[in-house]
């Protein structure tokens, strides 16, 4: 029985990682419309506009390569320029 717990411990972890890491991705079409909306009730100044609009440009291009990860790697730093 004590031969068993380890393996378990590790197989639990393991999903529950895999399980973790899915549900952190999004797919980069709905992180854009997110960033759209924080966009449009924020007042940045034409400094971070200037970052974020090429940030966004880069998201849509990799979301258009389906590049998803990186797609959401570009908006949130949009989002953290817009404090969101």
Same mark, same amino acid.
């Given at each position: ?17 895999? #399980?973790?890491?899915? +549900?952190?991705? &999004?797919?980069?079409?709905? !992180?854009?419309?997110?960033? $759209? @909306?924080? /966009? ?12 974020? #609009?090429?940030?966004? +440009?880069?998201? &849509?291009?990799?979301?258009? !390569?389906?590049?998803?990860? $990186? @797609?959401? /790697? ?11």
């Amino acid at each position: 029985m004590k031969n068993l717990i380890l393996p378990i411990i590790v197989l639990a972890a393991g999903i529950y990682a895999a #399980s973790a890491a899915q +549900a952190a991705n &999004v797919p980069c079409e709905e !992180a854009l419309k997110e960033l $759209r @909306a924080a /966009e449009a009730s924020a007042k940045p100044s034409d400094a971070d506009k200037a970052k974020i #609009s090429e940030l966004e +440009a880069k998201g &849509v291009e990799r979301c258009n !390569a389906d590049d998803d990860k $990186r @797609a959401d /790697e570009f908006f949130s730093q949009a989002m953290k320029i817009l404090g969101k």
